[in-house]
């Protein structure tokens, strides 16, 4: 078969792979796996590309970190840790969902820059889902809440998100630069976000609860049964997230911190496997993989790397059109595939249009439109980035399941006011302030 007609067909299947992920016709593992059956069969996908390939194939990186984290979060909510949570945030937010849901995107945001946001809403989601049922109030707003204060926060630091880390690689960013230059935008949008999400939510969230006669004389510290695990469980959670925070310096893969960090929960909580399993979401884990090697086929056959080498093109020097349009263009693609396959298969390019401009590393414009692109569009849809897909797993399994639709309608409205006012950033700081 001829290449185009291969690259024709792959992008064929992928479109209605998504369809399928989109309207929820069949389960998204199921349609995202028979999307890869019909990349192998055009020869697209093999035991090398799918798993040993950095570009095509899984990446086990995530893969290992979501698994790590998800063994943690399941032995730190048998402590009673999340309950106390849920408990003190029900006090402090006085029974008001208004004022719940912005008490936790101020923590997604806070735990966001030190962590990667899948972690971030590994952590967070149960105690969203406990705090809600303790209210009895719909925990759709807050757990949509959740993710995309996860995304946003994850635009402020080198670790706060994945495709951050592989663009720094690649273009010599620093920690530091992102702190200078991304976190400013970060707290921006975290304040539109909470007004945006007041407005959007109105409805939900205008209920006020009775405190007192939720929690019937219940206190935050009666949810903590045995302290002395609770601590070493603390003890170890505290570690793990130190080592997050320096594992660029100390040249350790967040994955392998993740696999220690649970490795030692399970020594010190002395939990079993049928403990510490039996709450691993493997069908998140399922249609991660799947998920990678289908946009893998589209990388294989050239159609994302040459979108963005025509836009290399188009560009000619002209670095705020190519700040522009990588900004926008990549929160589209964004919306589409996982930030992350996306991020590795355009960073080369990326860096090609860089070479072509007058300014290089955290100087130019469009690393950071890159940057803010990639970020950013991963709160358009329910596929569009890891964290979602985490939070929408776990909230399923809780019996509180969120559609493809619903989360999209608001994710939608979020990331085109979040998208233009970084375009508003990119311009007055590069363009006009420079």
């Not at 709160?379 to 929408?392: D, E, F, H, M, Q």
Request: charged share 10%; proline share 4%.
């Amino acid at each position: 078969m001829e290449p185009t007609i291969i690259a024709y067909v792959a992008v064929a299947i992928f479109v209605v792979s998504y369809i399928l992920i989109a309207t929820e016709k069949v389960h998204r593992v199921a349609a995202a796996l028979g999307g890869v059956a019909g990349m192998t069969l055009l020869g697209l996908v093999r035991a090398d590309s799918a798993f040993f390939n950095h570009d095509t194939g899984v990446d086990w990186n995530v893969l290992f970190l979501l698994f790590g984290m998800m063994v943690i979060v399941s032995i730190l909510r048998h402590t009673g840790l999340f309950e106390f949570i849920a408990l003190w945030a029900v006090r402090t937010s006085q029974g008001r969902p208004d004022r719940l849901i912005v008490l936790l995107i101020l923590v997604t945001a806070a735990l966001s820059p030190v962590l990667d946001n899948v972690t971030t809403v590994l952590l967070v989601t149960p105690v969203t889902l406990s705090v809600c049922q303790r209210l009895r109030v719909d925990p759709m707003p807050h757990l949509i809440a959740l993710i995309l204060a996860a995304n946003i926060g994850g635009v402020s630091t080198l670790i706060a998100d994945p495709p951050n880390i592989i663009i720094a690689s690649r273009a010599g960013l620093t920690f530091n630069d992102y702190l200078i230059h991304a976190l400013p935008l970060c707290l921006v949008l975290l304040v539109v976000l909470i007004v945006l999400l007041r407005l959007l939510f109105r409805k939900q969230l205008g209920a006020h609860v009775d405190v007192e006669e939720v929690l019937q004389g219940i206190h935050p510290s009666d949810a903590i049964e045995n302290k002395p695990l609770l601590m070493r469980c603390l003890v170890v959670l505290a570690l793990t997230m130190v080592a997050f925070g320096f594992h660029t310096i100390a040249h350790v893969d967040p994955s392998i911190i993740a696999l220690l960090g649970a490795g030692a929960m399970v020594l010190v909580s002395r939990t079993t496997p049928k403990e510490f399993l039996g709450e691993v979401e493997w069908t998140t884990l399922a249609f991660f993989m799947a998920l990678f090697v289908l946009v893998g086929g589209l990388v294989e056959v050239g159609v994302i790397g040459n979108i963005g080498q025509y836009a290399a093109n188009l560009i000619h020097g002209d670095e705020l059109l190519g700040a522009t349009g990588l900004l926008f263009f990549s929160a589209i693609a964004g919306a589409i595939v996982d930030n992350i396959p996306y991020t590795t298969a355009m960073t080369p390019v990326v860096e090609q249009m860089v070479a072509s401009t007058a300014h290089t590393g955290a100087q130019s414009p469009l690393w950071w439109a890159f940057v803010f692109g990639a970020d950013l569009g991963g709160n358009t849809t329910a596929v569009a980035a890891g964290a979602n897909v985490v939070v929408l797993g776990v909230a399923a399994k809780w019996g509180r399941p969120i559609s493809f639709w619903k989360f999209t309608k608001y994710g939608l409205i979020v990331t085109g006011v979040t998208v233009v006012i970084a375009w508003f950033y990119v311009w007055l700081r590069y363009f006009v302030i420079s």
